[in-house]
Structure formats: C-alpha cells, structure tokens
C-alpha cells in the first residue's frame, strides 16, 4: 500500500522548534510515567480490556461514530436498550451502527483478520525506522501515512505494537492519540505533528487516572470481599468487575466457571455490601458495575437529541473531552509483601472470557446490520 515511502529527512520533517520540544518533552513524560505505572501491576489484564473499549470509543467518536461508554458496555452484555418514542428509528440505527464500527476497531487491534494484518504489517513497515527518530519521527510517518490516504484503523493498531517493539510501552496499551483527528485538526504538518504528541501525552494521562480509578475501587471492593470461605470466588469476581465496565451474572458466571445461580447470589451479596451498584433495575439480564467508578446510570440508554447541525450523510463533528471527571486520591503503591496477599489464580482464563463476550458481540451486531438498515429505509419511505 505505502510500502514504498522512505523516512521523513529533515526537510520535510516538522520544524524543531521550542514548542514542538516541550510538546515531546511532555509526551515523553506521559508515557514514561504510565509505563512505570503498569509495570508489576496485578491490575494489568484488566486495565488492558477496559482501556481498549475506551480507546474503540474515541476513535470511533472521531470516526464520526459516537457512543456512549456506558451504552457500549450494556450492548456488550446483550442488553436491548430500552427504545422509547423519543428515539427514532433512524437513531436506534445509529447506536447500533456506533458499536459495531467501535468493536470492528476492537477487532483491529487486538485479532485483525488475514486482509486486516496485512494491512497492519504494511503500516508497520511504512513505520520502520521512524523510533530510530523518537516520537517525532513516528508523528512525521503517521502525518505522511494520512496524508496520502491511508486508513486511520491499520497505522493505529501499526502504532500500538510499534510502542512495544521499540520499548517505549512494556504492554500493548492502545495508544494512538485519536483526538488528533477531530475534525478541527490542523492539516499543516508542523501543526499536526505538534497536536498529535499533545494527544499522545492526554490519553497517556488519562490512561494512568483510569488505572489509579480502578485500583482505588479495587482495594476498597477487595476489602469488602475479605472473610469469605477460602473456596469463595468473591476475590476474582471483583478482579473480573475491575475489568469490565458493566457485567451480568451470566458474563460472571462464565468468566469463574460457576452456576449463574451462584454469580447472582454473589452479584446480590455485593451489592447489599456496597462492593458493586446494579445500574439497570430489571427483572431480567441485571448489569452491575463495581461502585466508584463513575458514571454508573440508572438507565442506560442517554437521551436522544438530533443534532440540528448535522446534515445528511454527514459524519457529526465530534470533539472528545479528554479531561473531564476529577481523579481519585491517590493511593499509596502496593508493596511486593502486599500484592503477594491477593491470589491472581483464574484471572487470565476470566479475560480470555470477556474478550470473547467482546467477539461475540461484534460479530452479533454485524449479522444485525443489515436488518437495521432494512427497517431504517422502511420508516423513511413510509
């Protein structure tokens, strides 16, 4: 595809100039420091399953395909959203149509098929050489790869293994600063590269507050969860609920290898404890999400608006708050002696798990499409 094009010399490479070093400097910073952070973390499973759905979710925003965190979560969970008058047709298709573009970029990144990894490997090599010039080089080559029309999906996924290959990141943490896409971007190349790190040291940031958010609910919730009967599953259970943003005791029961019936005496046992808030109130298919973990919604679905602005078979314009929401306070690491108390035994086979809820889901709501669109057309020409 662009296979051919060389690295970036220095006349066609962004300027250096004392912005773009304080720019490098602060992505540099970002990164290192989440880096240092993930290293030994007993959360770092988990971390990597939230965080790829929440970076699916920006890029998709970006993409022109906005969805709400939580709403992704409950369709992950199979939860038919609640579809009052006040949501069309046309948009119920729309939230459909934003998840399944998110977990088609799940797909990217984590198990691209045969045409998807080439594709990768071709981004890869247009990449080649470009950490041999430091974060620089590689905004240079990612500017270049769009410039020429290169799809955004591959170069991502080429970006999250390039970090790992180079030594930047010691996880394949899904980092590829997408709100240097918006539709408000600069398309000067000084600009953009500039814009880029800027995004780059955000999400790294962000990132570190989402693991410092989880471990914070972790440790309270594994308190909690203490004085159970050594054969209790309670501990992995609230390692699983770190990892997914919301979880029916069927998921759970699946991911620990036991009767639904017992995941749903536990899921209840939690919530009377306050370990976990049940976040849609029904009778049937129950989703729980583990308290201090904000935003937990009693419904799920966000209220429809049509966007006055937007015109027909145009992408909305979608800027991403990369900032908002306070941190919590920070805790104090824990200590080798201290982590060595936690058993970690199961909990890769329950990521395994809900990695498959996540292909379950896609290929789910890529055998729907063509039916949305089916009645989307309907009710149009009605």
């Known amino acids: ?14 300027p250096a100039t004392p912005a773009l070093f304080s720019a490098l400097e602060h992505a540099a910073a970002s990164i290192a420091r989440l880096d240092q952070a993930l290293e ?44 009052d008058t006040a949501l069309t047709i046309a948009g119920r298709g729309e939230i459909f149509e934003a998840a399944r573009t998110a977990l088609g970029l799940h797909q990217w990144i984590t198990e691209p098929d045969f045409d998807e990894e080439g594709e990768v490997q071709a981004a890869l090599r247009h990449l080649a050489g470009a950490a041999d010039h430091g974060l620089v080089g590689v905004a ?12 955004r999906a591959p170069v991502r996924a080429a970006l999250i293994r390039l970090w790992v290959n180079c030594g930047l990141l010691r996880l394949p943490v899904p980092l590829t600063g997408p709100s ?15 814009g880029f790190l800027g995004a780059l040291a955000r999400e790294a940031d962000d990132y570190r507050e989402l ?7 972790w440790i309270a ?45 536990l899921l ?51 800027r991403i708050d990369e900032t908002d929401g306070r941190a919590p306070t920070p805790l104090p690491p824990l200590s080798p002696i201290e982590r060595r108390e936690f058993d970690y035994v199961g909990l890769e086979e329950a990521m395994t798990h809900l990695e498959a809820i996540v292909h379950r889901a896609r290929h789910q709501l890529t055998t729907l499409a063509p039916d949305l669109a089916g009645t989307a057309r309907a009710a149009a020409e009605a």
Request: net charge positive.
């Open 180 to 194: 240097s896409l918006n539709a408000d971007a600069p398309q000067a190349q000084s600009a953009w590269v500039m």
């Open 1 to 14: 595809m662009l296979d051919n094009w060389p690295v970036p010399r220095s006349d066609t490479a962004a």
């Open 268 to 318: 209840d046992r939690f919530a009377a404890q306050e370990i976990v808030v049940e976040v849609t109130h029904r009778t049937g298919r129950r989703l729980f999400g583990l308290k201090g973990l904000a935003p937990l919604r009693v419904v799920v679905r966000p209220p429809y608006r049509p966007d006055p602005n937007r015109g027909r078979g145009r992408p909305p314009q979608v």
């Open 221 to 265: 919730a594994r308190a909690k969860a203490k004085g159970q009967r050594r054969t209790s599953r309670a501990t992995l259970a609230v390692d699983v609920l770190a990892a997914a943003p919301l979880l029916s005791a069927t998921t759970l029961a699946g991911a620990l290898g036991m009767s639904v019936k017992g995941a749903t005496d």
């Open 140 to 151: 240079d080559l990612v500017w270049t790869w769009l410039r020429v029309g290169g799809a």
């Open 211 to 217: 693991l410092r958010a989880l471990e914070h609910a």
């Open 40 to 83: 030994g973390h007993p959360l770092r499973g988990a971390f990597l399953h939230r965080a790829r759905l929440d970076a699916v979710r920006r890029q998709a925003a970006v993409d022109g395909h906005a969805i709400d965190p939580w709403h992704l979560a409950a369709l992950l969970e199979g939860l038919r959203l609640r579809m």
